[in-house]
């Protein structure tokens, strides 16, 4: 079983001190679990899951981060940018590239739309985290901040 792990992101803790992620802790107590992180600058922080995925670096992916998927198995497939969500029940990467790879933006599937965290291993894909979308908002192309 994964470790649940959080981070949390504010946009006024990253103006105060330059890094708006703050990472929880995981307190057991005899009736509950609490998750504590650093001190907030605000009272609504935008909370992200770990996925339980380590990308080809070691690095752990979160909701919202930023990858290159990269195709081992497949020589055809270039590698291309996505998302990594939350899609209906399970953890996803949702591709910002749909014209490298010719398919349109509205299907669900391993090269377009929605790929699933189960296909990574059937289909040799590493990933490669290069940011996230509230630290690096420049990876995303125009009109993906809010999808």
């Known amino acids: 079983m994964n470790r649940l ?3 949390a992101w504010g946009q006024e803790r990253h103006d105060l001190y330059g890094k708006g992620i703050s990472y929880s802790n995981l ?4 009736d509950s679990i609490l998750f504590r992180f650093n001190h907030f600058e605000t009272d609504e922080p935008i909370i992200m899951q770990f996925t339980g995925v380590y990308d080809m670096n070691n690095k752990e992916a ?4 930023i990858v290159i998927v990269h195709h081992m198995m497949v020589e055809n497939i270039p590698s291309y940018k996505a998302e990594v969500v939350w899609d209906k029940y399970r953890f ?5 590239e749909y014209d490298k790879l010719n398919v349109n933006n509205t299907g669900y599937g391993l090269f377009g739309g929605i790929t699933t965290y189960a296909n990574l291993d059937l289909f040799g ?3 490669n985290i290069i940011g996230n979308r509230y630290e690096n908002p420049g990876l995303l192309k125009e009109g993906d901040f809010n999808k």
Request: avoid cysteine; hydrophobic fraction near 40%.
């Open 5 to 7: 792990k959080f981070r």
């Open 125 to 127: 894909v590493n990933l």
């Open 62 to 65: 979160y909701e919202n981060d």
């Open 92 to 96: 996803a990467l949702r591709n910002l």
């Open 27 to 30: 307190e057991l107590m005899d």
